[in-house]
């Protein structure tokens, strides 16, 4: 089993950064893909981006303003979101697992944390 416990949520203004932590502990390893996905009220969970095997990728929206990285020796995974527009409000979930050959997609990831909320006002 997998546990993942999302932190660094909070309200900001647009233009604001946050970071967002994900501590993962128990079956871990570094070779697991790592997820972000977020969800806002009234519409399905979406991907933001993840890192597999190294290689990172970020949905179209995000891209140039979020980074994921992980940190191996800590098992943790970051989202660092610069550039924050009232359109990133959701709650935020971390996600993790041992086989995602499409990374973007939900239903490779078996663990979930409990997610965190992020709100940017304008």
Sequence with gaps: QVQLV???GGLVQA??????????SGR??????MGWFRQ?????????ASVSGGRTYYEDSVKGRFTISRDNAKN?????????KPED????YCAASSFAP?????????????????????
């Design 15 to 24: 233009g604001d950064s946050l970071r967002l932590s994900c501590a993962a």
């Design 6 to 8: 999302e932190s660094g």
């Design 40 to 48: 806002a009220p009234g519409k399905e969970r979406e991907f933001v």
């Design 76 to 84: 943790t995974v970051y989202l660092q979101m610069n550039s924050l």
């Design 102 to 122: 499409v990374p973007a997609r939900t239903m490779y990831y078996p663990y979930w944390g409990q997610g965190t909320q992020v709100t940017v006002s304008s």
């Design 28 to 33: 871990t390893a570094s070779s697991y893909a």
């Design 89 to 92: 409000t959701a709650v935020y």
